[in-house]
């Protein structure tokens, strides 16, 4: 059997465990209830794609990173304590193939929670906003589901990285307890972390013109920075970046790589 045949079954795995797991359902139906709650009292999708994406961004920026280490709090840290990671010893089953299938299997499940609800979300603006809200006034912007879609991946981008974070403290855990309690603290430090630094910055003196820069080397911030800069900006000509585009991107895939090898390298010496 190849690496590739031992990730895939790994995976399928994975796969199978959610599909019978109703907990995850309820968190789909929750994450759709909320966007679309959110998103209707707003009146975004009457307006076009940029209101709604204004009206649904602050809980995606929460609702994410919640749902990820929801997904994948346990992940390392079970099977670590069923002794199952000792037994796996035994197989010529690598590192990369076990993680890696296992991330794979959760992250599809995650996807699916996040992306299946802004879908039904875009659907809904489709179906609902008046042609007239292809330029909306109150903004002198032009809407366009192109900006939906690019919302939607940058919220894919920002969901792995947060996967995988939650995957290294996972990881590093050890056992159910401080699985939990690590899930817990990465939870707080990645959803207001950025913000905190944002504060701090500006106490200490840190002139905006640097402050682009130092909010894209958080998950958050540079998730943030991204939709401003490629969805919200982009509607509304003549605004200048909210962050560095490429730093913001290269960020989140640093956050991503890191922290994945960080896990690889944890669950190996676990």
């Not at 080397?217 to 200048?240: E, N």
């Amino acid at each position: 059997m190849t690496a590739g045949n031992r990730f895939w079954t790994v995976f399928v795995r994975e796969v199978r465990s959610a599909v019978r797991t109703r907990t995850y359902i309820a968190l789909g139906v929750v994450t759709g209830s909320v966007l679309f709650g959110l998103a209707h009292a707003g009146g975004g999708p009457a307006g076009g794609y940029v209101p709604t994406v204004v009206d649904t961004l602050v809980a995606v920026e929460v609702l994410v990173p919640t749902l990820a280490f929801a997904v994948g709090y346990r992940a390392i840290a079970d099977p670590a304590v069923r002794g199952e990671l000792d037994i796996l010893d035994t197989y010529p089953l690598s590192t990369w193939s076990y993680v890696g299938g296992v991330y794979a299997g959760r992250a599809l499940l995650l996807l699916t929670i996040v992306v299946v609800p802004l879908l039904a979300l875009g659907i809904n603006v489709a179906t609902t906003a008046g042609p007239e809200t292809t330029v909306f006034a109150s903004h002198r912007g032009v809407d366009s589901p192109v900006l939906f879609i690019r919302f939607i991946a940058l919220t894919v981008l920002y969901a792995l990285s947060s996967l995988t974070i939650a995957f290294l403290l996972s990881a590093l855990a050890g056992s159910r307890g401080r699985a939990l309690v690590l899930a817990l603290a990465g939870l707080l430090v990645l959803t207001v972390g950025s913000d905190l630094a944002v504060f701090a910055a500006l106490d200490a003196g840190v002139t905006t013109g640097t402050l682009g820069g130092a909010l894209a080397m958080t998950p958050a911030g540079a998730y943030r920075g991204l939709v401003f800069d490629q969805v919200l900006y982009v509607a509304v000509p003549g605004r200048s970046a909210f962050v560095p585009t490429w730093v913001a991107a290269l960020s989140l895939l640093f956050w991503w790589g890191l922290t994945f090898v960080g896990a690889m390298l944890a669950t190996d010496a676990a």
